[in-house]
Each structure stands twice: as structure tokens, then as C-alpha cells.
């Protein structure tokens, strides 16, 4: 048997030579197909961000995906699509094995919901942005609860019907022309766009805003049960903050323990920042505050909040407290990218602007304090469900990079025998996606986004979940990744084409891997010795 594939050298507490950067080529030389070259290496890895100017440029000009986002019609309401197949063996399946995801995961989304999601809070920067209520929220973070006001019935009814063009489902209004109907959709996508938030809620985003609240606000307590099912599928922006500390433990459930709670752990994280930093950086562990202030310029280059000095140095307190506590793996380059969604999620707490815009001079020393703090304890909570993806030689990621080709082979054979064909390695591109939990290849929204159902998946979701939701994106591309050689397919697996997606984009693609999840988590016995090309044919994956 041959060796396992290691990834490459990592810049990594365990092995403290490993400092120099690696010289880095925007093209791919010429090369025998199947070799992998330290630059390759370096890539499959790489979570900083000293590509993101250069994605766009390095982009094979390939058709774009098929999503909503797109133009075209939704597929009908439990329809998971590859190749815009469904098989009648998959359904008959799923009627014995599956269930449906908590929450009702694959009803179909209103195009008002979808635009919902994508508008932009007022573009407000400055102080101006700060909520007056920030002293309350501070004390509790259920005073966001207030924030969720809830429109009246008949309010909650959408102005303007959908188009029939892009859902032929939904029925034509009586005494309307389809031309009628188009250019009355038109002018309302052109009003969106000069005016910003105009259009009322629809009914079910109101009726989820209600149970979001009944939930928060029982007298008896806040049932976590009822909290997960309703996250999956999706979490109302005023309230994602509380319910992803609630969510992952952070805070308890009862209200005086978990003020208390609140009040100890963001004095606890003050202590430790004051106890490794107050003698200065001169006195920190060199070798890991070096790989730390090389990485947080880096991180999301470009966008305001993340150029800001306080936010920049939030985040080196952040990580290398994480570090020195977790030795067995000091930090690792990628960690700083989990902290984002932490800590934008937090900070729209105690704004009313979009997070990346706001400078956080403008913020109260004690609510980024408090932010801060925040951010660290939940990342420690994320981080101590898949440690071993950061330890010496990351086992848990090269685990999960075989079990993704494992499972690719069993459900899309005609895929991974043109990877073997072409000399692809799993590793070269896989190990991105399970370092960085696809933060590389989607939006810090879609991020946000598909965190809410990570949550509620439990504390493995970040690595079993996720194994899925990568297995579900690859086989998403497998007709245009059969067509392309090598390095066509390297360059393309390494800037996909999924910046642009939206909130049902993303909701597609954790339904896709909820299926694959359902149909066969615990099932490796079964198909642990199955050849490849056997199960070819399986349901909606088949070709």
C-alpha cells in the first residue's frame, strides 16, 4: 500500500523552522499531469488572502454555474439537483432512509425572501452607526430581542406578487399581461436598488421572526431543542448573535446564570490579555507571534472593518491567547479566518450598518472589549470539536480529505475516475476546504449563513457536516470537471465560481448535504470494499 499523502510543511508551533514564505506564481508552469509541486502545495493550504486581488484574473473563462442566483427557476420543493437529474431510485430511497432537515430545509424560498437576505443595511460608517441601546445590549444580549419588531398581518403581506417568469409556478395575477407583469417586476428590482429597504416582509419570514421570539422569550426557559430547529434553516440577523452563544454553549439558558456567566467569561478573557501582553510584545513566544503579524494583514485585504488598526490588533489578541493556551497546536494560518464570522456577527450586535463597512475607531473601548472576548471564547468552543485538524501534521484534516475521496467515488464514480485519470489528488485541493471551512471559496455572508445550520448540527457538524457539504460542492461541478484536463481542473477547484452566491445558493447546498449525510453517515461497512464504479448510478448524484 502506498504511503498516505502528507500535506506540506506548515508554519506551526510544532515546528518552529517552518517560517519562510513560499514564493508564489500567478500561473501554473507546465508540468507532467499528476505532479505536485511545493508552490501547488502551498496553494492547497494557503488560507491568506494574498490572492483574492488576482482571483478573478486566474479564473478559467468556463460557463457560469446554473443557481438561482442566475436567473433560472427554482427546482420544485424537495428536488435536490446534479446535472438537474433526479432519480427514481434516489426517491424511493429517501421515502425509506431520510428525513427531512429540521426546520423544513428545502421549502422554497420566496424570490422577496431572497432579496430580503441580499439587501444592504443603510452604508452607514461612523459613529452615526452605533444603536443607543448598546449599554443594554452589553448587560444582556437578549435586549436584541427588541430589535426584532414584528410587522402587523397585513403589513406581512408582499406588495407585488412574483413574476411567473422566474417561477412558472406560482399563478399569473387575474387581468395581467405576462409583458405587464415583467415590467412591473423590473421597475420594482430598479426602485430596490435606488431607494434600499422599501418592500414589506413576506408572511413566513414574519412567521419565523415570531417563532425566533416566542423561543427566546418563553418565561419557563429557552428550549434548545426548538432553537436548533429553527436555526437550520437560517437565523434572523437581530438576534444571530445570542442564538450562536446560546448555540454553542457559550451562555447558559437561564437568565441569571447566563448574565453572570457573560459578565465572567469577558473578565476572564480581559485577565488573560492582560497577563501574556502586559509586559510587552517583547516578552510573547516569537515564534508564534511572527506567523500572527504575517496573517492578520492578510486577512480579508480590502474591506474596512479588517483595515482597521483596532480590528487588526483584537485579532492578534485573539489568536495568540488561543495559541498559548492550546499548545498541542499553537496557531495555525487559517484560524485567523474562523475568527471573522465571530466577530462581524458580534459587532452587528451593537450597529445598525453593515459590519465590514463600520470603522471600529468609532466603538466604545468596552463593547469592543466585550466583542472581543466574545469572539474568543466561541472560537474556543468551534476549535475544541475539530483540535486535531491544527495539531502537528493536522490528522483530522487528512482524514476527512480520504473520506471525501471515498465517498466521491461511491456517489459520482464517473468523476473520481477522471480525477485518477487526470492525477488529481484530493489533497491539492481539499485540504483548503476542510482548513478553512470553505471560507475561501464563498462570501463571509454565506459564511455566516451556512454557520447557522452548522450549529444546530451538533459539535462534529464542523467536521462530519462539513465532509458532506464539500462532497455535495465538488459533485456540484462534476459534468464541467469531467471536460477539463490538469490544470484546468486544479485552477478551476482553487477559484470556483461561488463568490456571487446567495443565502439559497447555500441552502441548496446544505440540503444536498444533509441528503448525502442521511444516506450514509455510519454506512462505511457497507461500501467499505465496494470497487469504484459500482455505484455509479446513485440516486440524484448518478449521471
Not at 434600499?196 to 434548545?224: H, W, Y
Request: proline content about 7%; some cysteine; charged content about 20%.
Amino acid at each position: 500500500m502506498a504511503p498516505p499523502i502528507q500535506p506540506p510543511t506548515r508554519p506551526h508551533s510544532a515546528n518552529p523552522s517552518a517560517f519562510s514564505l513560499f514564493p508564489r506564481s500567478r500561473s501554473l508552469r507546465s508540468q507532467p499531469r499528476g505532479t505536485t509541486t511545493g508552490e501547488d502545495w502551498e496553494d492547497a493550504w494557503d488560507s491568506s488572502s494574498d490572492k483574492e486581488d488576482d482571483r478573478r484574473a486566474a479564473r478559467p473563462h468556463l460557463m457560469q454555474s446554473k443557481t438561482y442566483s442566475e436567473g433560472l427557476p427554482p427546482p420544485p420543493p424537495g428536488t435536490l439537483l446534479y446535472n438537474n437529474g433526479l432519480s427514481s431510485t434516489m426517491s424511493e430511497s429517501l421515502a425509506v432512509h431520510a428525513r427531512l432537515p429540521p426546520g423544513g430545509a428545502w421549502e422554497l424560498v420566496e424570490p422577496e425572501e431572497v432579496e430580503e437576505q441580499g439587501l444592504k443595511p443603510t452604508r452607514k460608517a461612523g459613529e452615526e452607526a452605533i444603536r443607543k441601546d448598546v449599554e443594554n445590549i452589553l448587560r444582556d444580549p437578549l435586549e436584541l430581542l427588541q430589535s426584532l419588531a414584528l410587522a402587523s398581518p397585513t403589513s406581512a403581506v408582499s406588495s407585488n406578487p412574483p413574476s411567473s417568469l422566474s417561477f412558472p409556478f406560482f399563478n399569473q395575477p387575474s387581468g395581467s399581461s405576462t409583458s405587464e407583469i415583467f415590467a412591473s417586476s423590473s421597475c420594482s428590482a430598479a426602485n430596490q436598488q435606488t431607494t434600499g429597504v422599501s418592500r414589506q416582509r413576506s408572511v413566513r419570514t414574519e412567521r419565523r421572526r415570531e417563532n425566533f421570539a416566542k423561543v427566546l422569550q418563553r418565561e419557563d426557559g429557552i428550549d434548545l431543542g426548538e432553537l436548533r430547529r429553527l436555526a437550520w434553516s437560517g437565523v434572523p440577523h437581530e438576534v444571530r448573535p445570542i442564538v450562536w452563544q446560546l448555540l454553542l454553549n457559550y451562555l447558559p439558558l437561564p437568565v441569571q446564570p447566563r448574565l453572570i456567566t457573560l459578565n465572567r467569561k469577558r473578565k476572564e478573557y480581559l485577565a488573560l490579555v492582560d497577563q501574556y501582553f502586559g509586559k510587552g510584545l517583547s516578552s510573547l513566544n516569537q515564534q508564534i507571534w511572527h506567523q500572527i503579524e504575517i496573517d492578520v494583514p492578510r486577512t480579508r485585504p480590502g474591506v474596512l472593518l479588517w483595515s482597521c488598526p483596532e480590528t487588526q490588533r483584537s485579532l492578534e489578541r485573539i489568536l495568540y491567547v488561543w495559541a498559548i493556551r492550546h499548545p498541542a497546536s499553537g496557531y495555525v494560518q487559517g484560524i485567523n479566518d474562523l475568527v471573522t464570522p465571530f466577530f462581524e456577527v458580534f459587532l452587528s450586535a451593537y450597529i445598525d450598518t453593515d459590519p465590514e463597512i463600520f470603522d471600529l475607531s468609532y466603538l466604545p473601548s468596552q463593547i469592543l472589549n466585550a466583542i472581543e472576548a466574545d469572539s474568543f471564547w466561541c472560537l474556543s468552543k468551534l476549535l475544541d470539536g475539530i483540535q486535531d485538524h491544527y495539531i502537528s501534521q493536522q490528522p483530522g484534516i487528512q482524514r476527512l480529505v480520504k473520506r471525501m475521496s471515498d465517498l466521491v467515488k461511491r456517489i459520482d464514480a464517473p468523476l473520481a475516475a477522471h480525477f485518477e485519470q487526470q492525477g488529481v489528488e484530493f489533497m491539492q485541493f481539499a485540504f483548503r476546504w476542510m482548513n478553512c471551512l470553505l471560507m475561501r471559496e464563498i462570501s463571509v455572508k454565506c459564511t455566516i449563513r451556512m454557520w447557522d445550520t452548522y450549529l444546530t448540527e451538533g459539535t462534529d457538524a464542523f467536521s462530519q457536516f462539513h465532509l458532506y457539504v464539500c462532497s455535495a460542492l465538488l459533485v456540484k461541478w462534476s459534468e464541467r470537471l469531467r471536460e477539463m484536463d490538469f490544470q484546468e481542473m486544479i485552477i478551476f477547484l482553487q477559484c470556483l465560481p461561488t463568490q456571487q452566491w446567495t443565502d439559497y445558493d447555500i441552502e441548496l447546498l446544505l440540503s444536498e448535504a444533509y441528503v448525502l449525510k442521511t444516506v450514509w453517515q455510519g454506512a462505511e461497512n457497507h461500501f467499505k470494499d465496494l470497487p469504484v464504479g459500482t455505484a455509479g448510478g446513485f440516486g440524484m448524484l448518478g449521471r
